[in-house]
């Protein structure tokens, strides 16, 4: 299979999608005003071929912000897309037809991936899908895009999940997760008075989550938000880390962009050489792959912003472009099989 990205700054989708001839998917990355628009527009330039979409900066070589990006695979690739809607009370209740889905394009874990768009309520709906995807080995890449909207052939859903799943005639896929953080030493807290509906944190280690973080940290209130870049918190998983980003200050707490339940055993994170971490995400790739088709990637906010204000983001896509065509999506959470984060990035790899 091969994968194409087109992009337009301005925002023109037939510019965007010049070079696409006989996609097999389509992947929309579009901005809030005209998301709308582009998801009719893609349907009739492509009637019939399956999409998803998000409202959310794409990238290649270069971040396309307010414009759009498209990703299209093509050449050897069967592909569908569907969605489970009612994301936040009952996504189960269409899971019918994730597993009608699989059987359609006969999915296989050596050269299946499962590709998702999410509106919110992440974590329940990948315990969700996982329920499906475990039983079969199938790997998930995805995130949540802007503004509760998202879409697939051609019809918009808000409170949903859109996915598409894309299966590698032509050889393998594998997906991968980047993490730029470790675990800082001697510092591990207990969560109490969480609330899991607004992914609230009231206490560490019976303090208030605020001034336990700025303890830790030596920083003052105006401060923490920012320093969730370099310091966010984490949920180790075994011997893997789940980030948590900081949103905001709530009163003496501390609202994440991922939750956090009661008893929860939290470390606090600091941010490693990006480059090293880069090299060994490189590394592994090459070591798994002989030849690769296109590389799909979804980039936390928090790390553009931190790559953009570190004047790292072009360097980073060129060197991620060394790997193969490389395009993607700046997310809002990112997906990894079961698992959602924050401040990840995570890809999916084909041969």
């Known amino acids: 299979m091969k994968q194409y990205f087109g992009m337009s700054q301005t925002g023109n989708l037939k510019e965007a999608a010049q070079g696409v001839h006989a996609p097999g998917l389509l992947i929309l990355m579009s901005n809030a005003d005209q998301f709308e628009a582009h998801v009719t527009e893609l349907e009739s330039l492509f009637p019939g071929v399956?999409?998803?979409?998000?409202?959310?900066?794409?990238?290649?070589?270069?971040?396309?912000?307010?414009?759009?990006?498209?990703?299209?695979?093509?050449?050897?690739?069967?592909?569908?897309?569907?969605?489970?809607?009612?994301?936040?009370?009952?996504?189960?209740?269409y899971i019918e037809r994730m597993e009608q889905d699989l059987k359609n394009v006969h999915a296989s874990s050596k050269d299946t991936v499962c590709i998702d768009l999410c509106t919110g309520n992440d974590a329940c709906v990948l315990t969700t899908i996982h329920s499906i995807l475990g039983k079969v080995g199938i790997p998930l890449v995805g995130g949540t895009g802007d503004s509760g909207k998202v879409s697939v052939n051609g019809t918009i859903y808000e409170d949903a999940d859109v996915y598409a799943f894309v299966k590698n005639n032509g050889g393998k896929v594998a997906v991968y997760k980047e993490n730029l953080y470790k675990p800082m030493p001697g510092y591990r807290f207990i969560a109490s008075n969480t609330d899991r509906s607004r992914y609230y944190v009231g206490e560490l280690n019976g303090k208030s989550s605020k001034q336990a973080y700025m303890d830790a940290l030596h920083i003052s209130e105006s401060n923490i938000i920012n320093q969730t870049f370099h310091n966010p918190l984490g949920k180790m998983n075994g011997q893997d880390i789940c980030i948590i980003s900081l949103k905001e200050v709530s009163g003496n707490g501390l609202c994440c962009y991922r939750q956090v339940n009661?008893?929860?055993?939290?470390?606090?994170?600091?941010?490693?050489?990006?480059?090293?971490?880069?090299?060994?995400?490189?590394?592994?790739?090459?070591?798994?792959?002989?030849?690769?088709?296109?590389?799909?990637?979804?980039?936390?906010?928090?790390?553009?912003?931190?790559?953009?204000?570190?004047?790292?983001?072009?360097?980073?896509?060129?060197?991620?472009?060394?790997?193969?065509?490389?395009?993607?999506?700046?997310?809002?959470?990112?997906?990894?099989?079961?698992?959602?984060?924050?401040?990840?990035?995570?890809?999916?790899?084909?041969?």
Do not use: W
């Not at 971040?63 to 936040?88: H, I, P, R």
């Not at 997906?335 to 990840?344: G, K």
């Open 50 to 93: 399956p999409s998803i979409g998000c409202i959310g900066m794409s990238y290649s070589t270069r971040v396309v912000e307010k414009g759009v990006g498209l990703v299209a695979f093509y050449d050897n690739v069967t592909a569908v897309a569907n969605v489970l809607e009612q994301a936040s009370t009952m996504p189960v209740k």
């Open 262 to 351: 009661d008893s929860d055993v939290l470390v606090l994170l600091e941010e490693q050489d990006y480059n090293e971490i880069l090299d060994e995400t490189l590394q592994r790739i090459r070591r798994d792959f002989n030849h690769i088709s296109g590389v799909f990637s979804i980039n936390c906010v928090f790390r553009y912003l931190l790559f953009s204000q570190e004047h790292h983001m072009e360097d980073y896509l060129k060197t991620m472009s060394t790997l193969g065509d490389h395009a993607g999506l700046i997310g809002f959470g990112e997906h990894y099989n079961q698992q959602f984060v924050n401040q990840t990035m995570t890809c999916v790899v084909f041969e």
